[in-house]
């Protein structure tokens, strides 16, 4: 499991970690049933503490991308296409909002983040 940890970003470590796994269980990179890292070994390896690794695992869990078995560690939990396809959506609505905010603030119309969002889905 890949982890990269930018302490200049100005998001939480905590939240960091969330989002890389989250997202490398969503990719299928991090398969169901997988095991992670121990919170110790993982806190060790990052070089961070293991409050910060303990609450991204603890978020995961509440979010359903993992589960705990007392005593053995923590697990990928399955996924299902519809929780999946949720995240993705609240994702991408995130993002929008945040375009939509930019937008504004740079005076500029819908029509104008239309015309330059078909721009960008055509060139992919």
Do not use: H
Request: aromatic residues 8%; glycine residues 4%; contains cysteine.
């Amino acid at each position: 499991m890949d982890i990269i940890l930018d302490n200049y970003s100005g998001i939480p470590i905590y939240e960091q970690i969330y989002t890389q796994i989250k997202n490398q269980i969503i990719s299928g990179i991090l398969t169901a049933d997988e095991p992670l890292p121990s919170i110790r070994n993982l806190a060790k390896d990052l070089r961070i503490s293991v409050i910060t690794t303990k609450r991204a695992y603890e978020e995961l869990e509440k979010d359903g991308f993992l589960y705990k078995i007392a005593g053995k560690g923590c697990y990928v939990a399955k996924m299902n296409a519809s929780l999946a396809q949720e995240t993705n959506l609240r994702a991408i609505e995130e993002k929008m909002e945040q375009i939509q905010e930019l937008a504004i603030s740079a005076g500029l119309r819908k029509e104008e983040i239309l015309e330059m969002w078909n721009t960008i889905w055509e060139d992919a």
